[in-house]
């Protein structure tokens, strides 16, 4: 269903056919703040699609199937490596990320044992 991108047209007989897509859209964004809609009717047979806009948002939502994509020209891929999806929208930093160290391995370092005896005494 839909618009293609030579024109042709592949639309809804009425406006309540489209109400499995609202409810889907409802799920993914439950506030409705992040997506507009509105439906279009075709000037000859009358039928109708439905026009979704997705405004950009700082989160990452996963899609029903539980993956999670991102919009390539006009193409939607999924991404693999979600963290640098997260990393890019500012989301997380290498920073703020949890390592797989055992404590004592990072606290017995030589390197925080130099920092002690050559910052802690003095400050």
């Known amino acids: 269903m839909g618009i293609e991108y030579d024109g042709a047209w592949d639309g809804f007989g009425k406006i309540e056919d489209c109400n499995g897509h609202l409810r889907a859209m409802e799920m993914l964004?439950?506030?409705g703040s992040e997506f507009d809609y509105?439906?279009?009717?075709h000037p000859a047979d009358g039928t109708v699609v439905l026009q979704v806009t997705i405004q950009k948002s700082r989160g990452v939502k996963a899609m029903t199937d539980g993956k999670v994509y991102v919009r390539r020209g006009a193409q939607s891929l999924p991404v693999d490596a979600l963290y640098d999806l997260r990393r890019k929208k500012g989301l997380t930093s290498h920073e703020t990320a949890t390592l797989r160290y055992d404590t004592t391995e990072i606290t017995n370092s030589m390197t925080v044992i130099d920092f002690m005896l050559s910052v802690v005494p003095d400050s």
């Open 29 to 31: 964004f439950p506030y």
């Open 38 to 41: 509105e439906f279009l009717r």
